[in-house]
Each structure stands twice: as structure tokens, then as C-alpha cells.
């Protein structure tokens, strides 16, 4: 084989995987985006108990929206608990 194949052949090789890295990152880029968009707290929005967590975290009080979610998520746990020791 001469210089300029090989040549030729690497090059063609790099392309290759120089496109496998760019698809792999999108994807793994991609899915860290979905999964983290939760579980990172501190992206999470206020009026949600995630939110109102991180508040008392920071030793703040927390928020009235914030507050909110965090009763209405206690009255639905515990309307779920009654619901289940009626059942
Ligand atoms: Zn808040």
C-alpha cells in the first residue's frame, strides 16, 4: 500500500469516527438533559415540594408557592393513605 492510500484510509477512518463521537454526544447530551431536568434541584421551578425543599436546605423560609405544593402534596399523600387503610 502507498503513503496516499493509507493516507487516504485514516482519513476516511477519522471521518468515521469523528461522526460516531458527534452522534454519541448529542445522545448522551441529550439523555443527561432529560434525566438531570428533575433531579437537579436547583433547576427546578418554584411552587413544586422539590422547590420547597431546597428552600429549607438554604434555611430559608420557603416561598407561598412553594408552601402550596408542598400542602397540597401532604393532603394527597394522606388522601392516599386513608384510601388505602379504608381499602
Ligand atoms: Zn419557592
Given at each position: 500500500m502507498t503513503d496516499d492510500q493509507r493516507l487516504k484510509q485514516l482519513l476516511d477512518l477519522r471521518t468515521r469516527v469523528d461522526h460516531e463521537i458527534h452522534i454519541l454526544q448529542r445522545r448522551t447530551q441529550a439523555r443527561r438533559m432529560s434525566t438531570?431536568?428533575?433531579t437537579n434541584v436547583e433547576l427546578v421551578p418554584c411552587g413544586t415540594e422539590t422547590a420547597y425543599a431546597r428552600h429549607r436546605r438554604r434555611g430559608e423560609t420557603?416561598?407561598?408557592?412553594?408552601?402550596?405544593?408542598?400542602?397540597a402534596g401532604e393532603r394527597d399523600r394522606?388522601?392516599?393513605r386513608q384510601a388505602r387503610t379504608v381499602a
Open positions: 438531570t431536568r428533575w420557603p416561598c407561598p408557592a412553594c408552601k402550596a405544593a408542598r400542602a394522606e388522601a392516599r
